[in-house]
């Protein structure tokens, strides 16, 4: 039953994709429902009239639409009911498909882990799909064709699932590779503009070497072990060398996709360009599909994990959570900014993950337990709110026509609802209290601090450290969104555009992102509800669980002892209203005092105009002079000087561009080094046949020689 | 009964607050060969802007009116996790020392919002410096922090607090470098002098003023009073983790009385310090803040390290 939801998950979102090829079918379908209807029902007429009204010419492609969407949110509602009931039920479902190799059908399992990471994808798939109708009205069939859109992006949803599901390392790459290509296309959707069809490029490549590894990962274990099902790789008894060589193999694989520094270069480039739909799921579901694919090759198939191994994820973990939101803080570019800034959440949960592998390899299975919670919580908070800004970011385009925030300002009052969800959004990725973001962090936090029990003095001096930065990152990323937040909504417009928007009518548009704002703070009063599904995954792949996560009751979160750390959300928010509304009610009550609304005081100088507002450049001055060395900045101020001996200034020109270390310090060099190999190659290709046969007989003769 | 004791004492905390900083006013002045407003004044100005009619900018949003009242309960929330003058509180089991510390960060999103509510380039200007200086600050906080929880072995303030006074008066160096890193942090934190003036509404040196320019009437009378809540929880922070001696571990009126009079001398003490230093030295310029905020940050580093190699029971 629960395998035949989850089928029925990845069947649906199979079959969005199909039906949005339909988009230029509409004569077939038409003879197709006469040739029906005379065949086989004529009576009912209701049934009739109702299709062939859809199937006129102008209503048409509407619903269309609207049914690929529906499609594709059934298909998330399956998910969420699959990974629900693995979750809660606790087992483990295999099966297999004659689907594959002749020699090796698909082997299908279905446990904890996977059910958890369905969960995310179903929530966020039907999110998206709430969203996708209103947002894909926009473009304009002739030019950004429904059909390619929606077959991709059903063939997306279908490639996250099915690598879920993979039990064996055949179909886990089928499904990995459909979910790279599909997504490709949807980054190279709007191909019209070159630097588009560059980043998706980028990313097909970068995919694509992460395949590669992910691969030759998979072929380490299987050298060792007698088939490729994730079974017979379990059993593979490596040497502690071999099991270290196929760990960096797949953290090349899935860093690679996840977006880890210094390999994260693709996401900034691909994430803006797709649609914002689109870069919700990538960002909030692929993302974590690499890592679950990281976690599955790690805890799962290697099994003894290496206390090393958390010592690479934690640094690697550090540096990307740092790197990610010092790069984030100086993007000017919304959808380029929430990249970024995946790649600093990325950066957390891997960070944790580390910390987990260490406890886990120094025989403290219950803190790695702890970390592990912590990991995945904050994959999974990370899904709904950055879903949430990226879909939020996909309507301020929408309406505003702007992703540069320094063209936003204002907005505020112009779409309030809007506002309150991206504030929502904002304040639980800053993690703050209450929010789902905080609960995460904190976890994080306490994993770090149970650092005493281990042996080692270099690891006990190096975890504090780690954690130091985590709170610098907090406290960066609060900045950021405080950045984000003042200068799109708050202040006044700073360009036409922002300052002729509105509200977004279509309801399912804020629907989605209302959805998962809802799920943010939900969780973030009662977090118990998630830790209790991630204890059950823990309990299944690390064997162990949290001590006592109910010590306190069901309000307190302890999750090491009630005398170590507790957290009780719903008794701080009741805290939080009654002291607001204390002061609230008690402030108010004479009306001597009611509110009055003047003009800008602004220490009476007047004359405010919305260029005198602080922009992205000017808010992350301070952070762009302290933090000097991780930017490569170019910084230009000209002059135009007129009068007498050129005294007067007319006009200042200033330039700013802030570029990642990574390009000219990693990729240029391997760039060139591969153009300089193929020019050393292009020289025995002298273009003259007879030194073309010539090289075919000398390999003849080699080949002969060897076989001989 | 112990819920009863907890509020009152969050209530305690909220209503002396202006004392404190009344009391360092005094202290100043008297310093400063100046004729010290009496001890109550802060009290009055609190409730002479009450009285007066807000007057806010047509360009406000609802979050610069909501703002006020947010970053004053964020503000007594991390209030009420703090033992004042007693410990074992179940105020402090539902919130431990990391989340005061996203109290603090609540509050100050929310007032780095409102600086850049109205769009004037003050706003802004404070928004900014505002979050930098506490996003060098916050990991500083945290690491002393982190020094003295592992020593404790709890984050929970109170139990961090009991152990303190279990152990009896033991001279650890991690405490002395992670007390050091405190102050320097709290300094920063609650913008006194060298890093921010608090007296000064001058445009090149201004942080908090800053931000806070455009409220007038009881808005600005709830920033003005968390502002010294938030100066007194720092106070009491310093006073009672690395001095506890004196707070009630039982809840009869006797102890009570005597940990109240504890703090009130252990405060009272601390701001005659914060007077003198703040008389003494000079403030810094902004870009030279972030070595201040490193150096406390090292300090705090070095204290954790010391705990590791010196400390720790193997």
Redesign the interface.
Same mark, same amino acid.
């Given at each position: 039953m629960i395998l035949l939801s989850a089928y029925c998950a990845v069947l649906l979102s199979f079959a969005s994709g199909l039906l949005a090829l339909m988009m230029h079918q509409r004569q077939t379908l038409s003879a197709i429902s006469e040739y029906g209807f005379n065949k086989l029902f004529t009576r009912n007429v209701h049934c009739r009239s109702w299709i062939n009204k859809n199937l006129e010419e102008r209503r048409f492609p509407v619903f269309l639409k609207q049914a690929v969407f529906v499609l594709l949110g059934l298909s998330g509602v399956f998910a969420v009911i699959a990974g629900l009931a693995v979750l809660l039920g606790k087992g483990v479902i295999t099966d297999q498909i004659a689907l594959g190799l002749p020699w090796l059908p698909w082997h299908i399992r279905f446990d904890g882990l996977s059910g958890f990471f369905f969960l995310i994808i179903g929530i966020a798939v039907c999110a998206v799909s709430l969203y996708g109708p209103g947002y894909v009205r926009t473009y304009k069939e002739n030019e950004h064709p429904f059909a390619a859109l929606g077959l991709f992006t059903g063939l997306f949803v279908t490639g996250m699932l099915l690598v879920l599901l993979a039990d064996d390392a055949f179909m886990f790459m089928i499904a990995w590779e459909l979910m790279s290509v599909a997504s490709y296309f949807l980054v190279a959707f709007q191909h019209e503009n070159p630097a588009n069809r560059r980043a998706a490029f980028l990313y097909l490549l970068m995919a694509e070497v992460g395949a590669l590894s992910i691969i030759l990962g998979f072929g380490v274990l299987a050298s060792f072990s007698t088939g490729f099902t994730f079974d017979a790789l379990r059993e593979a008894n490596l040497s502690s060398t071999w099991a270290s060589i196929a760990f960096v193999l797949a953290l090349l694989g899935f860093g690679m996709k996840a977006g880890i520094v210094p390999v994260h270069v693709w996401l900034p480039e691909a994430h803006p360009v797709a649609p914002s739909h689109i870069s919700a799921l990538m960002s909030g579901v692929m993302l974590k599909v690499a890592l679950y694919g990281l976690i599955r090759f790690c805890f799962d198939l290697l099994g003894d994990v290496q206390w090393q191994w958390g010592v690479v994820l934690l640094i690697l973990g550090t540096v990307s959570a740092l790197g990610g939101i010092l790069y984030a803080l100086m993007q000017p570019n919304l959808k380029r900014l929430l990249a970024y800034s995946s790649v600093e959440n990325i950066g957390i949960i891997f960070m944790v993950l580390g910390l987990s592998m260490i406890f886990m390899a120094n025989g403290h299975p219950q803190l790695a337990a702890l970390g592990f919670l912590a990991a995945l919580f904050h994959a999974f908070n990370h899904a709904l709110f950055k879903n949430l800004l990226f879909l939020g970011a996909g309507i301020i385009h929408h309406q505003t026509h702007e992703l540069n925030i320094d063209m936003m300002?204002?907005l505020?009052?112009k779409m309030p609802q809007t506002s309150a969800l991206f504030?929502v959004g904002c304040?639980s990725i800053?993690?703050?209290?209450?929010f789902n973001g905080?609960v995460s962090e904190?976890l994080a936090?306490?994993t770090a601090?149970q650092?005493?029990v281990l042996?080692n003095?270099v690891l006990?001096?190096l975890i504090?450290?780690a954690?130091?930065?985590l709170?610098?990152t907090?406290?960066?990323a609060?900045?950021c969104f405080?950045?984000v937040?003042?200068?799109i909504?708050?202040?006044?417009a700073r360009s036409r555009n922002s300052e002729k928007a509105h509200e977004v009518r279509d309801k399912g548009m804020l629907a989605g992102p209302a959805l998962l704002a809802g799920l943010c703070f939900f969780i973030g009063i009662f977090p118990g509800v998630i830790i209790h599904l991630i204890n059950n995954v823990s309990g299944q792949l690390l064997e162990h669980t949290l001590p006592n996560d109910s010590a306190?009751g069901w309000l307190?979160l302890a999750p090491v002892s009630?005398?170590?750390?507790?957290?009780?959300p719903p008794?701080?928010l009741i805290?939080?209203l009654l002291?607001?509304g204390v002061?609230?009610w008690y402030?108010?009550r004479?009306p001597?005092?009611?509110?009055?609304?003047?003009?800008?005081?602004?220490?009476g100088f007047g004359g405010?105009t919305?260029r005198?507002?602080?922009t992205s450049s000017?808010?992350?001055?301070?952070?762009r002079?302290?933090f000097a060395k991780t930017w490569i900045i170019d910084e230009q101020i000209k002059k135009d000087l007129q009068g007498a001996m050129d005294q007067d200034v007319a006009a200042v020109h200033y330039q700013l561009h802030i570029q990642d270390h990574s390009w000219p310090r990693l990729y240029q060099p391997i760039a060139q080094g591969v153009n300089n190999l193929a020019r050393q190659v292009g020289r025995i290709q002298t273009g003259n046949i007879r030194t073309y046969l010539g090289y075919s007989f000398a390999t003849l003769v080699l080949l002969l020689w060897v076989i001989s | 009964m112990n819920w009863l004791i907890a509020i009152l004492q969050t209530t305690l905390f909220v209503v002396l607050a202006p004392l404190l900083a009344g009391w360092l006013k005094m202290c100043k002045c008297h310093l400063q060969n100046r004729k010290a407003p009496s001890l109550l004044q802060p009290y009055r100005d609190l409730l002479k802007l009450?009285?007066?009619?807000?007057?806010?900018?047509?360009?406000? %949003?609802? @979050?610069f009116?909501a703002a006020p009242?947010?970053i004053?309960?964020?503000t007594?929330?991390a209030a *009420?996790v703090v033992p004042l003058i007693a410990v074992n509180l179940p105020?402090s089991?539902?919130?431990?020392v990391?989340?005061m510390v996203?109290?603090f960060?609540?509050a100050?999103?929310f007032l780095?919002?409102a600086?850049?509510?109205?769009?004037?380039?003050?706003?802004?200007?404070g928004?900014?410096?505002e979050?930098?200086i %506490?996003? @060098?600050?916050?990991?500083a906080?945290?690491?002393a922090i982190?020094t003295l929880?592992?020593t404790a *072995?709890?984050?929970?303030l109170s139990?961090a607090i009991a152990h303190v006074l279990n152990e009896g008066l033991i001279l650890r160096p991690s405490f002395v470098f992670a007390l050091f890193a405190l102050i320097l942090v709290a300094i920063a934190e609650t913008g006194r002098i060298p890093v921010d003036n608090p007296a000064t509404?001058l445009?090149l040196t201004m942080i908090h003023e800053a931000m806070i320019?455009?409220y007038s009437?009881?808005h600005l009378?709830?920033i003005e009073w968390a502002s010294q809540l938030k100066l007194m929880l720092y106070g009491v922070l310093i006073a009672n983790i690395f001095l506890p001696w004196g707070i009630a571990e039982t809840f009869d009126a006797k102890d009570l009385g005597y940990g109240l009079l504890a703090i009130i001398g252990k405060l009272a003490l601390l701001a005659i310090f914060l007077a003198i230093a703040e008389t003494l030295v000079a403030k810094m310029r902004?870009?030279r803040v972030?070595e201040y905020l490193s150096f406390a940050?090292l300090l705090?580093?070095l204290g954790?390290?010391s705990h590791?190699?010196l400390e720790?029971?193997?």
């Open positions: 300002g204002g505020i009052k504030l304040m800053s993690s703050l209290p209450l905080f904190w936090f306490q601090l650092v005493d042996d003095g006990r001096s504090p450290v954690a130091a930065a709170a610098l907090a406290a960066l609060a900045a405080v950045k937040f003042g200068l909504f708050l202040g006044q306190l307190w009630a005398e170590q750390a507790s957290y009780s008794l701080v805290g939080a002291a607001a002061c609230y402030l108010r004479s001597l005092t009611v509110m009055r609304r003047a003009e800008t005081w602004d220490c405010l919305p005198m507002q602080y000017s808010f992350t001055m301070p952070f002079r302290i | 009450t009285h007066k009619q807000p007057v806010v900018s047509e360009q406000a %949003s609802w @979050l009116i009242y947010l004053f309960s964020a007594v929330l *009420s105020t089991a539902s919130a431990d990391i989340v996203g109290f960060a609540f100050r999103f780095a919002l600086g850049l509510d109205i769009g004037t380039a003050f706003g802004g200007m928004s900014s410096r979050m930098t %506490s996003s @060098l600050a916050e990991p906080m945290l690491m982190f929880t592992m *072995s709890t984050t929970n139990g509404h445009e320019l455009e009437g009881r009378a709830l902004l870009f972030q940050y705090g580093l954790m390290l590791i190699i720790a029971s193997r």
